[in-house]
Nanobody, 116 residues
Framework: QVQLVESGGGLVHPGGSLRLSCAASGIIFRLYTMAWYRQVPGKQRELVAFITGGGTTTYVDPVKGRFTISRDNAKNTMYLQMNSAKPEDTAVYLC??????????WGQGTQVTVSS
């Protein structure tokens, strides 16, 4: 059974930092492209960043230079370091694991709130 479990969300002040984690089980983690998405109620889920099994990273423009995605294949865990947080970063952050056309898994999400 595949499980993706996010943790590390919470309340952070504008300009502050937070680190999210996604622990995976039930998959050959090193083969999967892992991604962070975020969703705000009433809006479409949007990609934040992704990292290939080999470690190549891609970011959307709103988070470039502020967020860092990384992975530890030995621990089957992916991370998102969020720095210089902005109120518009407030969302539920979801972990995704993707491989090929048929393997696509999601976590339940962790709430991040950026507010003073």
């Amino acid at each position: 059974q595949v499980q993706l479990v996010e943790s590390g969300g919470g309340l952070v002040h504008p300009g502050g930092s937070l680190r999210l984690s996604c622990a995976a089980s039930g998959i050959i983690f090193r083969l999967y492209t892992m991604a962070w998405y975020r969703q705000v109620p009433g809006k479409q889920r949007e990609l934040v960043a992704f990292i290939t099994g080999g470690g190549t990273t891609t970011y959307v423009d709103p988070v470039k230079g502020r967020f860092t995605i990384s992975r530890d294949n030995a621990k089957n865990t992916m991370y998102l370091q969020m720095n210089s947080a902005k109120p518009e970063d407030t969302a539920v952050y979801l972990c995704n694991a993707h491989l090929g056309a048929t393997s696509d898994f999601w976590g339940q999400g962790t709430q991040v709130t950026v507010s003073s």
